[in-house]
């Protein structure tokens, strides 16, 4: 028994090694991105090469997962999807009982590494609003609109809890965006957003005292230079002095005299602009958008609608992912802690991402197998 599970393991390893399914242009700017993440890692943590290898292998570990998940078709994968989306959420609720962290309990210590279970959700929320939506009739009816605002309302509200607000409005995101791609009519979308805004009120109630202060903070930094506003002035600063052409890198100061908190990983962007310039912060972006349309055209290109829903909000959230994270750089949104996707040091983060990107080559892969 062992001998046949270990022999069809070799076997099933040898195809991912000698065939796989990778999208070219999107593999390269996933490593490319990549590349200047630990480029700007290494001059954010002062050349500390520990801190550029451990995220290093992060990447390792979640290019292994992407070729490994490339191999899965569409199909399997949405078999599997209930399956998950109960699992990721299950652990949600073991992170609610038995979870760690300062002030806010977001992981699992599992002996060896600190597991944060909110990122599965990232993937998994689109993988189960899009397996909901296949087989029905589409755009959807209310009723199953509704059906999908309950699975997305439950680990957003366990993550949220956490609390991770940040996070929660990613996971919310990925889910409403699966339900956007399935044709919701625009007069419905301003209806559902006409009613979160009046909500707004009742959500202000229900938030913690310091996502209230970052809210305010937004508004006027300058009411408190010294505490609440610190992360926005400086960051502002570090991004308005790298000019035009920026200072060089590993020339930055705002991040080498710790002025800039959370250099590192929130606010990386404000050291990639303070060193590289407007020049380097187009060409960032320029590649975000080459991987974004890059997604957009693998979901176009799907033949069902489960991989089509999927791909379009794998590639939608990854969009919200770099629109956030600049936006809180910028002093535009207030600080939520979302990370610049393959620049910020994380690892689950990383590895989801990647696994996400798995998705998606799997739906490449198969796009003219399945009807």
């Given at each position: ?43 954010a ?5 520990g ?18 998940i ?7 994968l949405?078999?599997?999807t ?7 959420t ?13 002030g ?18 990232k ?20 009723k ?12 957003a ?11 929660a409005l ?85 991040s080498r ?14 050291v990639?602009?303070?060193?590289f ?11 975000y ?21 999927l791909?379009?909000?794998?590639g ?18 207030p ?9 910020s040091?994380?690892?689950t ?16 892969a198969?796009?003219?197998m399945?009807?």
């Amino acid at each position: 028994m062992i001998g046949t599970v270990y022999a069809r393991m070799r076997r099933f390893l040898r195809r991912i090694m000698t065939r796989p399914r990778i999208d070219l242009p999107l593999a390269t700017g996933l490593f490319l991105l990549a590349m200047v993440g630990l480029v700007t890692l290494y001059s954010a943590g002062g050349g500390d090469l520990g801190l550029v290898g451990g995220q290093a292998a992060r990447f390792v570990l979640g290019a292994a997962l992407l070729l490994l998940i490339s191999r899965i078709a569409p199909t399997v994968l949405r078999s599997w999807t209930p399956w998950l989306y109960a699992g990721s959420t299950a652990l949600l609720v073991l992170v609610a009982i038995l979870g760690e962290g300062r002030g806010a309990y977001r992981w699992l210590d599992l002996g060896f590494m600190r597991f944060q279970p909110s990122e599965l959700l990232k993937l998994t929320m689109p993988m189960m609003v899009a397996w909901y939506l296949h087989p029905r009739q589409l755009p959807p009816s209310w009723k199953d609109m509704a059906v999908v605002g309950i699975l997305i309302a439950i680990p957003a509200g366990l993550i949220a809890e956490q609390p991770d607000l940040g996070t929660a409005l990613l996971v919310t995101g990925a889910g409403a965006f699966a339900l956007f791609l399935a044709g919701v009519a625009w007069w419905r979308i301003g209806l559902l957003a006409g009613i979160a805004a009046a909500m707004v009120p009742i959500g202000w109630h229900f938030m913690h005292q310091y996502q209230r202060d970052r809210v305010l903070t937004l508004l006027n930094p300058e009411a408190d230079p010294l505490g609440n506003g610190w992360h926005i002035i400086q960051s502002q600063i570090a991004v308005g002095s790298g000019g035009i052409f920026g200072k060089g890198w590993m020339h930055g100061t705002q991040s080498r005299l710790d002025f800039l908190p959370e250099h590192t990983t929130d606010f990386i962007f404000a050291v990639f602009s303070e060193e590289f310039g407007l020049v380097g912060v187009v060409a960032l972006l320029a590649l975000y958008a080459f991987i974004i349309g890059r997604c957009l055209w693998i979901a176009m290109e799907a033949r069902d609608t489960y991989s089509r829903l999927l791909a379009g909000a794998i590639g939608m959230s990854f969009f919200v992912y770099v629109f956030v994270n600049g936006g809180m750089i910028a002093g535009m949104l207030p600080v939520v802690g979302v990370p610049l996707p393959f620049v910020s040091y994380g690892g689950t983060s990383a590895v989801s991402l990647l696994s996400g990107f798995g998705v998606l080559m799997s739906i490449h892969a198969n796009r003219k197998m399945h009807d």
